[in-house]
Structures are given as structure tokens and as C-alpha cells.
């Protein structure tokens, strides 16, 4: 490369916006796609170890005795097969890279246990507005309404069943 050329691009690049950013201070736009880190959803993992037992080089720990979910970064290579293998779907790639270390550590996540389930949905059943009660005239209606449906049936049948399923309707309202 010729001195001329040479000092062009040198003098040029004086004015010129850096191509590089001060990471992690600051980020550029993830490219869609770009393998960040492995994200899991612990509310909708069940533990079933399928991710540990598949990952090629086995940085994910599933305990289902202390009900955690457990990754190391350092020796993840982003494959993205444990996601495949997810009967739950909780993997994701997050676009995002993880933050920088220098220490080396495994990222564990504590997964809510699966008999807390029934009562956590309880709690949201119970949380739910529930249905206004009918009120008294509302009942009355209604009640009149089955009556006279009733009238129109027994009113079809033969008189004697008639009278016997009247005395019945009768001793059970009474
Ligand atoms: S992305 Fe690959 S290496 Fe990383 S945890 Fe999943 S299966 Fe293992
Ligand atoms: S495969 Fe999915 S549901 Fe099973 S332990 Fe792994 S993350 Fe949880």
C-alpha cells in the first residue's frame, strides 16, 4: 500500500465514527438470530432432565431433588439442540450475550416445585373476579320459567301419570 493511500486512511479515519464500542458499557443492535445465551422459562419447566441428558457437552444440570436448572457459560457453544429437545418449549436463544466473567461459575435457576403449581393456579382462581350472585327476582323467574315448561309437558301426558307426577312435584316442593 502506497504512503499516500496509506496516510489518506489514516487521516480519513480521524473523522470518522469508530467502528468499534466500549463493550459491555455499550452494545450494538443484535442481528437477528445471533446465539447470545441459552434463556430458560422456569415457570413452565417440569425437570425432566431431557436438555441435561442431551447436551453435547454437558454444561446444563437439571436436579429435580433441590428443584433447580443449572447452565455453565463457559462451556456452552450455543448449539441450540437442547432447545429442540425441550418437551416444554422453556428454551430460548436470547439474542443477548451474557455478561463477562472472569470468574467461573454455573448460572443456576431455581424452578418453582411442581406441587406448588395447584396452589399457585388456586391462588389466581381465587384472585379471579368471580360472577355476580342472582339476585332473589332473578331466582323467581327462573323458577316460574321451569314451572310453566313443566305445566306444558305434564299437560301432554295421560291423566293419571299427569296426577301422580303432580302429588311428586308437589311433596317435593313442600
Ligand atoms: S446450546 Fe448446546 S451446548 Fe449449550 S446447553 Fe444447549 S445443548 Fe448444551
Ligand atoms: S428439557 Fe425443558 S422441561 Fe425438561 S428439564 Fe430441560 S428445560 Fe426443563
Known amino acids: 500500500m502506497g504512503v499516500f493511500k496509506l496516510g489518506k486512511m489514516t487521516f480519513g479515519s480521524l473523522f470518522k465514527k469508530p467502528e468499534t464500542v466500549l463493550y459491555p458499557i455499550e452494545t450494538k443492535p443484535q442481528p437477528a438470530g445471533l446465539k447470545g445465551h441459552i434463556a430458560i422459562d422456569v415457570e ?6 431431557m ?3 442431551s447436551c ?11 428443584n433447580y436448572w443449572e447452565i455453565d457459560r463457559f462451556q456452552c457453544v450455543q448449539c441450540g439442540y437442547c432447545i429442540t429437545v425441550c418437551p416444554k ?3 430460548s436463544m436470547d439474542p443477548n450475550y451474557a455478561p463477562a466473567s472472569t470468574v467461573h ?7 418453582p416445585t411442581q406441587d406448588a403449581a395447584p396452589a399457585k393456579k388456586a391462588a389466581e382462581k381465587a384472585d ?3 360472577p355476580a350472585a342472582a339476585s332473589a327476582e332473578d331466582v323467581e323467574k327462573t323458577s316460574e320459567a321451569v314451572d310453566s315448561a313443566l305445566e306444558g309437558k305434564i299437560a ?11 302429588a311428586a312435584l308437589a311433596a317435593r316442593n313442600a
Do not use: S
Open 89 to 91: 418449549k422453556c428454551l
Open 156 to 166: 301432554l301426558m295421560d291423566p293419571e301419570k299427569a296426577e301422580k307426577v303432580r
Open 56 to 66: 453435547a457437552t454437558n454444561c446444563i444440570t437439571v436436579n429435580k431433588q433441590e
Open 105 to 111: 461459575k454455573a448460572d443456576r435457576f431455581d424452578v
Open 51 to 53: 436438555c441435561d441428558r
Open 128 to 130: 379471579a373476579p368471580q
Open 44 to 49: 413452565t419447566c417440569i425437570l425432566c432432565g
